[in-house]
Nanobody, 125 residues
Framework: QVQLAESGGGMVQAGDPLRLSCAAS????????MAWFRRAPGKEREFVSA????????YYSGSVKGRFTIFRDNAKNTVYLQMNNLKAEDTAIYYC??????????????????WGQGTQVTVSS
């Protein structure tokens, strides 16, 4: 099991950018599928973005597509989520996930094996 540690969360204003980091240890991040999920207050954990290490294809939820970018630095075993033009509705705890047990269902939290502890992102309008 790979260990994941998120960082970079904080409080920003609407329209600001923010970059989250997810440092992976135990195995190189380049060998695993990686994803970001988030959980807003009172809501279920939802898919944000994912990356396929084989094809380097990236996937996004409709609510963040065009504003968020997932990318990785294999030398640092780190995956990032660049978030631009943040909105109040992006306020949530953001979680990094790795090791998809069912890639065909990558948008479900149940399809992922390893999780970080989460980092809080708060966007004020």
């Amino acid at each position: 099991q790979v260990q994941l540690a998120e960082s970079g969360g904080g409080m920003v204003q609407a329209g600001d950018p923010l970059r989250l980091s997810c440092a992976a240890s135990g195995r190189t991040a380049s060998t695993y599928e990686m994803a970001w999920f988030r959980r807003a207050p009172g809501k279920e954990r939802e898919f944000v973005s994912a990356m396929d290490p084989i094809s380097s294809s990236t996937y996004y939820s409709g609510s963040v597509k065009g504003r968020f970018t997932i990318f990785r630095d294999n030398a640092k075993n780190t995956v990032y989520l660049q978030m631009n033009n943040l909105k109040a509705e992006d306020t949530a705890i953001y979680y990094c996930a790795a090791q998809a047990t069912n890639w065909n269902n990558y948008q479900s939290p149940l399809a992922w094996y390893s999780w970080g502890q989460g980092t809080q992102v708060t966007v004020s309008s």
